[in-house]
């Protein structure tokens, strides 16, 4: 067995989980796209040279939501997963990381134009997520709004129907989900319009 392949991962960490796991915790294992990049991180260590390696379990949006939502079961996800690459003595797990998985397959990294496919996508898992973070109606809010680039190309604009409005932590909620749903290797800037 090779710890550090994929499907090996899933099914080590889950074996980990054991019978009595949070539903959420076997969900996202379950559901999630594992991708691992190799020797991210190296240091010397009493048994050798240690490898650290980035895990990234790339979720489908409400999946993302629900463990985005729960710092327990972000920790034991960290747990199994890094007890599952340690199984190499020499190997470590540098950093977890969750991310939204468009439906249909992987999203092209934060840079450039929103792709046409993905972008269509991202009202609907706006809506997702927040209706797993038990927003309801800035779920519905989100469905209907438009997602944008701005001119400059800097910021992700999300145009709203002119009868909705959002204040406060309904728009911090609504900003917050997109930051999760697009972030790679930096946050974008959200702004609402």
């Known amino acids: 067995m090779t710890p550090l392949d994929p499907r090996e991962l899933r099914l080590s960490a ?18 999630a ?3 691992v990049r190799r020797d991210v991180r190296v240091w010397e260590g009493s048994r050798g040279t240690i490898r650290g390696h980035l895990v990234v379990l790339r979720l489908p949006a409400c999946e993302l939501g629900r ?21 190499d003595p020499l190997s470590a797990l540098a ?15 934060y840079r450039g134009e929103i792709p046409g496919e993905e972008g269509a996508q991202i ?5 997702d997520f927040l209706l797993a973070r038990g927003h309801a ?5 989100a ?4 997602v944008r680039r701005s001119g400059s190309g800097d910021e992700i604009v999300v145009l709203l129907d002119p009868k909705d409005r959002l204040q406060g932590p309904e728009a911090q909620a609504l900003v917050s989900c997109l ?9 974008p800037r959200v702004r609402l319009a």
């Open 14 to 31: 889950l074996e980990a989980l054991g019978p009595f796991a949070d539903p959420r915790e076997v969900r996202a294992l379950e559901r």
């Open 179 to 187: 930051r999760a749903l697009l972030t790679r290797e930096t946050t």
């Open 123 to 127: 009202p609907r898992a706006m809506h």
């Open 95 to 109: 950093d977890l990381r969750f991310e939204w998985r468009a439906s249909g397959g992987e999203m092209s990294a």
């Open 137 to 141: 109606s800035t779920a519905e809010i």
């Open 67 to 87: 463990v985005l939502g729960s710092p327990s079961v972000q920790g034991a996800l960290q747990a199994v997963i890094a007890r599952a690459v340690s199984e």
């Open 33 to 35: 796209e594992v991708i």
């Open 143 to 146: 469905r209907r709004a438009e």
